[in-house]
Protein backbone atom coordinates (compact mmCIF):
# COMPACT_ATOMS: atom_id res chain seq x y z
CA UNK A 1 0.00 0.00 0.00
CA UNK A 2 1.59 3.18 -1.00
CA UNK A 3 -0.39 5.32 2.09
CA UNK A 4 -0.81 3.73 5.50
CA UNK A 5 -3.99 4.40 7.18
CA UNK A 6 -3.63 5.55 10.92
CA UNK A 7 -3.84 1.84 12.73
CA UNK A 8 -1.83 0.05 9.93
CA UNK A 9 1.77 -0.21 9.84
CA UNK A 10 2.92 -3.29 7.01
CA UNK A 11 -0.45 -3.62 4.97
CA UNK A 12 0.57 -5.97 2.25
CA UNK A 13 -1.99 -7.57 -0.17
CA UNK A 14 -3.30 -11.17 0.97
CA UNK A 15 -2.24 -14.08 -1.77
CA UNK A 16 -1.59 -17.91 -1.03
CA UNK A 17 2.19 -17.72 -2.17
CA UNK A 18 2.49 -15.54 1.20
CA UNK A 19 0.03 -15.86 3.16
CA UNK A 20 -0.81 -19.99 2.43
CA UNK A 21 -0.26 -21.26 6.16
CA UNK A 22 -1.01 -17.92 7.94
CA UNK A 23 -4.18 -17.55 10.37
CA UNK A 24 -5.68 -15.00 12.42
CA UNK A 25 -5.75 -15.48 15.88
CA UNK A 26 -8.62 -13.64 17.68
CA UNK A 27 -8.61 -12.06 21.12
CA UNK A 28 -5.58 -10.02 20.96
CA UNK A 29 -7.67 -6.95 21.41
CA UNK A 30 -7.04 -3.15 20.87
CA UNK A 31 -3.63 -2.10 21.18
CA UNK A 32 -3.18 -1.37 17.69
CA UNK A 33 -5.97 1.56 18.45
CA UNK A 34 -3.97 2.56 21.60
CA UNK A 35 -2.54 5.79 19.73
CA UNK A 36 -5.54 6.98 17.42
CA UNK A 37 -7.33 9.99 18.59
CA UNK A 38 -10.13 9.97 16.19
CA UNK A 39 -11.58 7.25 13.28
CA UNK A 40 -13.58 7.90 10.17
CA UNK A 41 -17.21 6.75 11.03
CA UNK A 42 -20.06 5.54 8.23
CA UNK A 43 -23.52 7.25 8.18
CA UNK A 44 -25.06 3.74 8.90
CA UNK A 45 -23.11 3.80 11.71
CA UNK A 46 -24.56 7.09 13.87
CA UNK A 47 -27.37 5.34 15.86
CA UNK A 48 -25.22 2.99 17.61
CA UNK A 49 -21.92 5.59 17.94
CA UNK A 50 -23.96 8.57 18.91
CA UNK A 51 -24.70 6.46 22.70
CA UNK A 52 -21.50 6.67 23.18
CA UNK A 53 -18.98 8.99 21.07
CA UNK A 54 -18.89 12.57 20.03
CA UNK A 55 -19.28 12.18 16.85
CA UNK A 56 -17.69 15.59 14.61
CA UNK A 57 -16.86 16.23 10.77
CA UNK A 58 -13.03 16.24 9.97
CA UNK A 59 -11.31 17.44 7.18
CA UNK A 60 -9.94 14.74 4.69
CA UNK A 61 -8.34 16.10 1.55
CA UNK A 62 -10.84 18.19 0.32
CA UNK A 63 -13.89 16.75 1.84
CA UNK A 64 -14.94 16.33 5.35
CA UNK A 65 -15.84 12.73 6.61
CA UNK A 66 -17.92 11.53 9.87
CA UNK A 67 -15.59 10.72 12.66
CA UNK A 68 -15.70 9.72 16.39
CA UNK A 69 -13.42 11.44 18.97
CA UNK A 70 -11.81 8.71 20.97
CA UNK A 71 -9.38 11.39 22.85
CA UNK A 72 -8.34 14.73 24.14
CA UNK A 73 -5.02 14.87 22.86
CA UNK A 74 -3.05 13.28 19.93
CA UNK A 75 -1.82 10.23 20.02
CA UNK A 76 -4.08 9.03 23.18
CA UNK A 77 -7.11 7.10 23.22
CA UNK A 78 -9.11 6.50 25.75
CA UNK A 79 -11.34 3.57 24.91
CA UNK A 80 -9.10 1.56 25.03
CA UNK A 81 -7.85 0.35 28.19
CA UNK A 82 -4.64 -0.87 29.73
CA UNK A 83 -5.13 -4.37 28.86
CA UNK A 84 -6.23 -3.86 25.26
CA UNK A 85 -9.29 -4.24 25.67
CA UNK A 86 -12.28 -1.60 24.21
CA UNK A 87 -13.97 0.78 26.82
CA UNK A 88 -17.21 1.31 25.16
CA UNK A 89 -20.04 -1.13 23.90
CA UNK A 90 -20.39 0.12 20.23
CA UNK A 91 -16.90 -0.31 18.44
CA UNK A 92 -16.53 1.64 14.70
CA UNK A 93 -16.34 -0.41 11.83
CA UNK A 94 -13.24 1.25 10.95
CA UNK A 95 -11.63 -0.27 13.93
CA UNK A 96 -13.16 -3.45 13.81
CA UNK A 97 -12.20 -4.43 9.95
CA UNK A 98 -8.77 -4.60 11.51
CA UNK A 99 -5.86 -6.43 10.09
CA UNK A 100 -7.65 -6.03 6.77
CA UNK A 101 -8.14 -3.40 4.39
CA UNK A 102 -8.98 -2.63 0.52
CA UNK A 103 -6.28 -1.09 -1.53
CA UNK A 104 -7.06 0.39 -4.74
CA UNK A 105 -5.29 0.76 -7.71
CA UNK A 106 -4.45 4.30 -9.80
CA UNK A 107 -7.25 3.99 -11.57
CA UNK A 108 -9.59 3.68 -8.46
CA UNK A 109 -11.46 0.55 -9.05
CA UNK A 110 -9.72 -2.85 -8.87
CA UNK A 111 -9.50 -3.78 -4.95
CA UNK A 112 -6.86 -5.54 -3.36
CA UNK A 113 -7.35 -7.29 -0.24
CA UNK A 114 -4.76 -6.50 2.16
CA UNK A 115 -3.64 -7.13 5.54
CA UNK A 116 -1.32 -5.46 8.44
CA UNK A 117 1.59 -7.53 8.71
CA UNK A 118 2.54 -6.12 12.24
CA UNK A 119 -1.12 -7.24 13.31
CA UNK A 120 -0.20 -9.43 16.56
CA UNK A 121 -2.37 -11.81 16.18
CA UNK A 122 -1.11 -12.93 12.52
CA UNK A 123 0.96 -15.79 13.16
CA UNK A 124 2.07 -19.23 10.48
CA UNK A 125 1.07 -21.71 13.33
CA UNK A 126 -2.33 -22.13 12.42
CA UNK A 127 -3.74 -20.43 15.59
CA UNK A 128 -7.14 -19.09 15.10
CA UNK A 129 -9.00 -18.80 11.85
CA UNK A 130 -6.75 -19.51 8.49
CA UNK A 131 -6.62 -17.07 5.50
CA UNK A 132 -6.06 -20.33 3.14
CA UNK A 133 -6.57 -24.41 3.17
CA UNK A 134 -3.77 -26.29 2.28
CA UNK A 135 -4.86 -26.23 -1.23
CA UNK A 136 -4.12 -22.45 -1.58
CA UNK A 137 -7.45 -21.42 -1.49
CA UNK A 138 -9.44 -18.75 0.59
CA UNK A 139 -11.27 -19.82 3.52
CA UNK A 140 -14.42 -19.04 4.40
CA UNK A 141 -13.43 -16.54 6.65
CA UNK A 142 -11.68 -14.80 4.20
CA UNK A 143 -15.26 -14.50 2.40
CA UNK A 144 -17.11 -13.03 5.07
CA UNK A 145 -13.82 -10.57 5.59
CA UNK A 146 -14.33 -9.50 2.21
CA UNK A 147 -17.90 -9.05 1.89
CA UNK A 148 -17.59 -6.87 5.22
CA UNK A 149 -15.12 -4.93 3.86
CA UNK A 150 -17.15 -4.03 0.38
CA UNK A 151 -20.17 -3.10 2.70
CA UNK A 152 -18.36 -1.30 4.39
CA UNK A 153 -16.80 0.66 1.18
CA UNK A 154 -20.77 1.06 0.24
CA UNK A 155 -21.45 2.48 3.43
CA UNK A 156 -17.89 4.99 2.67
CA UNK A 157 -19.78 6.11 -0.43
CA UNK A 158 -23.18 6.55 0.44
CA UNK A 159 -21.31 8.92 4.04
CA UNK A 160 -19.42 10.39 1.48
CA UNK A 161 -22.70 11.41 -0.53
CA UNK A 162 -24.10 12.90 2.91
CA UNK A 163 -21.24 15.00 3.89
CA UNK A 164 -21.30 16.51 0.10
CA UNK A 165 -24.92 17.52 0.86
CA UNK A 166 -24.22 19.14 4.27
CA UNK A 167 -21.54 20.89 2.55
CA UNK A 168 -23.92 22.14 -0.24
CA UNK A 169 -26.20 23.35 2.33
CA UNK A 170 -23.57 25.35 4.05
CA UNK A 171 -24.37 23.69 7.33
CA UNK A 172 -20.49 22.76 8.62
CA UNK A 173 -18.92 25.47 10.38
CA UNK A 174 -15.33 24.62 12.26
CA UNK A 175 -15.66 24.30 16.38
CA UNK A 176 -13.83 23.43 19.44
CA UNK A 177 -14.52 21.75 22.38
CA UNK A 178 -12.60 23.05 25.21
CA UNK A 179 -12.55 21.43 29.01
CA UNK A 180 -11.84 22.92 32.21
CA UNK A 181 -10.15 20.34 34.18
CA UNK A 182 -9.70 20.16 38.13
CA UNK A 183 -7.66 23.09 38.90
CA UNK A 184 -8.61 25.23 36.28
CA UNK A 185 -6.42 24.17 33.62
CA UNK A 186 -7.81 24.10 29.94
CA UNK A 187 -7.67 22.03 26.84
CA UNK A 188 -8.87 22.25 23.54
CA UNK A 189 -9.61 20.13 21.04
CA UNK A 190 -10.24 22.00 17.52
CA UNK A 191 -9.35 21.43 14.08
CA UNK A 192 -13.11 19.45 12.82
CA UNK A 193 -16.37 20.73 12.28
CA UNK A 194 -19.87 20.80 13.31
CA UNK A 195 -23.75 21.55 11.95
CA UNK A 196 -24.75 25.13 13.00
CA UNK A 197 -27.68 24.68 14.20
CA UNK A 198 -28.86 28.36 13.22
CA UNK A 199 -27.87 27.36 9.48
CA UNK A 200 -30.07 24.66 9.72
CA UNK A 201 -33.49 26.21 11.00
CA UNK A 202 -32.93 28.43 8.40
CA UNK A 203 -33.26 25.98 5.16
CA UNK A 204 -36.84 26.24 3.49
CA UNK A 205 -38.99 23.91 4.65
CA UNK A 206 -39.24 21.81 1.74
CA UNK A 207 -35.17 20.97 1.96
CA UNK A 208 -36.38 19.66 5.85
CA UNK A 209 -38.70 17.35 3.73
CA UNK A 210 -36.34 16.49 1.35
CA UNK A 211 -33.54 15.89 4.46
CA UNK A 212 -36.28 13.58 6.58
CA UNK A 213 -37.43 11.70 3.52
CA UNK A 214 -33.82 10.59 2.84
CA UNK A 215 -33.23 10.00 6.78
CA UNK A 216 -30.21 12.23 6.69
CA UNK A 217 -32.57 14.98 8.88
CA UNK A 218 -32.23 12.23 11.33
CA UNK A 219 -28.47 11.58 11.05
CA UNK A 220 -28.01 15.21 11.61
CA UNK A 221 -29.73 15.36 15.18
CA UNK A 222 -27.74 11.70 16.17
CA UNK A 223 -24.59 14.37 15.00
CA UNK A 224 -25.66 17.37 17.56
CA UNK A 225 -27.11 14.95 20.09
CA UNK A 226 -24.06 13.08 20.51
CA UNK A 227 -21.67 16.39 20.56
CA UNK A 228 -22.72 16.06 24.50
CA UNK A 229 -20.44 13.58 25.07
CA UNK A 230 -17.28 15.55 24.56
CA UNK A 231 -18.07 15.45 28.99
CA UNK A 232 -17.25 11.73 28.26
CA UNK A 233 -14.15 12.86 26.65
CA UNK A 234 -13.03 15.28 29.57
CA UNK A 235 -14.25 12.17 32.64
CA UNK A 236 -12.48 9.69 30.48
CA UNK A 237 -8.98 11.77 30.44
CA UNK A 238 -9.56 12.48 34.54
CA UNK A 239 -9.81 8.58 35.27
CA UNK A 240 -6.81 8.03 33.16
CA UNK A 241 -4.71 10.45 34.28
CA UNK A 242 -5.73 11.76 37.53
CA UNK A 243 -2.98 14.43 37.41
CA UNK A 244 -4.24 16.15 34.69
CA UNK A 245 -6.90 17.54 36.56
CA UNK A 246 -4.79 18.29 40.18
CA UNK A 247 -3.85 22.06 40.88
CA UNK A 248 -0.27 22.88 39.08
CA UNK A 249 1.10 26.28 39.88
CA UNK A 250 4.14 25.11 37.04
CA UNK A 251 4.30 27.12 34.14
CA UNK A 252 3.34 24.77 31.30
CA UNK A 253 0.01 23.88 33.43
CA UNK A 254 -1.25 27.61 32.44
CA UNK A 255 -0.92 26.61 28.72
CA UNK A 256 -3.66 25.84 26.73
CA UNK A 257 -2.93 22.64 25.13
CA UNK A 258 -3.97 22.23 21.42
CA UNK A 259 -4.86 19.66 19.29
CA UNK A 260 -5.72 18.60 16.28
CA UNK A 261 -8.93 15.95 15.90
CA UNK A 262 -8.51 15.32 11.75
CA UNK A 263 -8.64 12.10 10.04
CA UNK A 264 -5.70 11.10 8.28
Known sequence: MSTQLLIYETAVPVSSERHRKHAIEPDKGYGFARRIHTVPLTAVEFPLAAAEYAIVFAQNGEEVVPAVVLGARA????????DASWNARYIPAFVRRYPFVFSTRDDGQAFMLCVDEACQGLNDEGRGQRLFDDEGKQTAYVDNVVRFLQEYRTQFIRTRAFCKKLAELKLLQPVQAEFTLAGGRKMSLNG?????R???KAL???TLSQLAGTDELELIYLHLQSMRNFASVK???MLAQPEAGAADT????EERER???VVH
Do not use: C, M, S, W
Open 75 to 82: GENLYVKD
Open 192 to 196: FHAID
Open 198 to 200: KQL
Open 204 to 206: PAE
Open 235 to 237: DRL
Open 250 to 253: APAA
Open 259 to 261: TAA
